[in-house]
């Protein structure tokens, strides 16, 4: 109202063509959510960020995890300190700013603005992305609107930017609103600085239809998610290393056997190898085998330096390894030079080929085994073309999936993450358990309370998935976790070394997870790659649905925009179907459909449009 008033007053006591040009220019920034003075009336409360009760928070404000607080730039403060030079950090991809909740009219357009700024060490800008959360009178919440995501720009000592980044959405409340928050989502664990931040009732709105990623179909049809009428999925899989690929280098957090001696369990890690295939041989089980670089070689006798034998300065005693020597000493420092007859503890290219023939998936454990949130972007390019090149040898493709060492994704910079989306990476696990970077949070018991993969944040191409660690003593709540999954109908990986499964005790609580995974007749198990490619290829199949009012049929144009084949996709209806028929560019007439009850199954070539009609069983 403020600002419609004073344009009205401009116009009345102004006709010259200057001052209507002024109008128009005025008008234009409202629309942008610029700053407009006398107009931009901050309806957002303390915004100066002045300190409550919560240690390191402003007042109102809130946070999803530890790593938002209050602290200044860490820059000079030539002409980058904003208000009074508080600023708020937010670190953590599974974290968020959350502003206080403010009063709105339904129908309206609100508008948010921030200044942000990263000092990363990755030395690469970042991103955030704005979400809208809004409110009815009974506090429940009616709907959420997201902005794209925006850059934020870098600052370094040699290199300062010319000031801050403007962040800002602007969003229409919806019917029944009453209050709104705000949220701020980083895309990675880049440490970035907030301040400046308003929300005006101004904007130039953007179009919820195209920020939900709501799904073309109606609601009374809806895709399966999983093929053939499956209810859920699960994977197994291995952390596979030889001595040279992550057992030299194990740190005391995180790994039971760090003090063992690094031989000793790579002998064990090859015998895995033959007692997790008996256990998933009778169910024609395939897994997931995550290995280390070394694990391809036949042997190293021409010496060769992979990666150029880097060296490491986080790799000491103040981040939890349990001496201070791998700063200055080569990664491969310690490679023997033999071969697998020489020297089996430290290559296992000779097993490759046993995976192979039992057809199971082998995968990125990265090649070094480094700690994947300390390093930098060109050491995981470095990493993943050694890894691909020694793969390839062996006939193995490049890789799509990878786990973490040590669940070491807390730290990845946005940079990091681009790296991994561009060598063709689908899917990630074994992710950071610390609560500003888990995207996986457990109940008391230790089970992932909604275990199912979601696209990682500002990378949606790669999808993280969740893992429970199977152990003799963890076996009873692990199938609990199945039992879960299957409840929610998602995603979940099991997993241990293979070192750990071994001795009668470790074997005896596989089999027994395996056998009751295998009899629940709506699980699918396969390897973490071949359920992440499905979902991927499920999102790319687009569906429209009308309905016939003569006859009471639905009629569904359904698109493969993937490349290849989709097979078992599986319609959910709102009726039992007496038949169902399809047709494509290739068939003369329509092909009866295989239905079951409210649900039918499809096979649809790539890049091709088919057309299903379903009748209701009268």
């Not at 209050?70 to 508080?86: K, Q, S, T, W």
């Not at 895309?187 to 301040?195: E, G, S, T």
């Not at 790296?419 to 689908?426: D, H």
Request: negative net charge.
């Amino acid at each position: 109202m403020r600002s419609r008033w004073f344009l009205v007053l401009v116009v009345s006591v102004c006709v010259l063509p200057g001052c209507l040009a002024v109008i128009f220019y005025t008008q234009r920034r409202i629309d942008r959510c610029a700053y407009v003075p006398l107009l931009a009336e901050n309806i957002l409360p303390n915004t100066a960020l002045l300190p409550g009760a919560q240690a390191g928070m402003p007042a109102g404000w809130s946070r999803a995890a530890g790593g938002v607080e209050l602290r200044g730039p860490a820059i000079d403060g030539e002409g980058f300190v904003l208000e009074d030079g508080r600023a708020l950090q937010l670190i953590g991809i599974a974290n968020y700013v959350q502003t206080p909740s403010v009063p709105v009219q339904p129908g309206r357009s609100y508008c948010f603005t921030g200044m942000a700024l990263t000092d990363s060490d990755k030395g690469a800008p970042t991103r955030l992305r704005l979400s809208f959360h809004w409110y009815d009178a009974q506090a429940h919440l009616l709907a959420e609107d997201h902005s794209d995501w925006q850059p934020v720009v870098l600052w370094q000592p040699d290199a300062p930017p010319a000031g801050w980044s403007r962040i800002h959405a602007a969003f229409r409340a919806p019917t029944g609103a009453a209050s709104l928050l705000v949220r701020i989502h980083p895309a990675a664990d880049d440490r970035v600085y907030l301040d400046a931040m308003r929300l005006r009732q101004a904007g130039n709105p953007l179009d919820r239809s195209s920020m939900t990623g709501q799904s073309e179909a109606q609601p009374e049809v809806t895709l399966a998610p999983w093929p053939h009428g499956y209810r859920a999925a699960l994977s197994f899989s291995f952390d596979w290393e030889t001595a040279m690929g992550g057992l030299i280098h194990s740190r005391s957090v995180g790994d039971p056997y760090a003090d063992e001696d690094p031989e000793l369990r790579g002998m064990r890690m090859r015998e895995g190898i033959t007692t997790t295939l008996n256990i998933f041989r009778p169910y024609g089980i395939r897994a997931t085998y995550y290995a280390t670089g070394y694990n391809f070689l036949m042997g190293n006798t021409a010496r060769r330096e992979f990666m150029g034998n880097p060296t490491y300065a986080w790799a000491n005693r103040q981040n939890h390894w349990s001496a201070d020597h791998w700063q200055k000493m080569p990664w491969f420092a310690f490679d023997p030079y033999g071969t697998v007859q020489s020297h089996p503890a430290w290559y296992f290219g000779d097993l490759i080929s046993i995976l192979q023939r039992e057809q199971q998936d082998i995968q990125s454990h990265t090649f070094s085994h480094f700690y994947g949130g300390f390093v930098t972007p060109q050491d995981w390019r470095d990493d993943i073309a050694a890894w691909n090149e020694v793969a390839a040898a062996q006939g193995v493709p490049p890789m799509r999936s990878l786990a973490f060492p040590w669940s070491s994704s807390g730290g990845m910079s946005d940079a990091n993450w681009q790296v991994l989306q561009e060598a063709g990476i689908r899917s990630v696990t074994r992710m950071s358990h610390q609560s500003q970077y888990n995207l996986f949070p457990r109940d008391a018991d230790g089970l992932v309370v909604t275990p199912r993969c979601r696209p990682l944040p500002g990378h949606p191409h790669i999808l993280a998935c969740p893992d429970f660690y199977l152990t003799p003593q963890s076996a009873e709540r692990a199938l609990a976790q199945i039992d879960r999954t299957l409840e929610i109908g998602g995603t979940i990986d099991l997993w241990a070394h293979t070192e750990e499964v071994i001795t009668d005790e470790q074997q005896a609580a596989w089999q027994r997870v395996v056998a009751h995974a295998a009899a629940q007749p709506g699980l699918w198990i396969a390897p973490l790659r071949d359920i992440t490619d499905w979902q991927y290829a499920l999102s790319q199949v687009k569906i429209r649905v009308t309905r016939e009012e003569t006859d009471g049929r639905l009629v569904m144009m359904m698109r493969n925009n993937n490349e290849d084949t989709v097979e078992g996709v599986t319609l959910q209806l709102p009726f039992h179907v007496e038949h169902a028929t399809v047709q494509t560019a290739d068939t003369a007439t329509p092909q009866p459909v295989p239905c079951a009850d409210a649900m039918c199954s499809l096979t649809i070539p790539p890049g091709q449009a088919i057309e299903v009609h379903a009748w209701p069983a009268v």
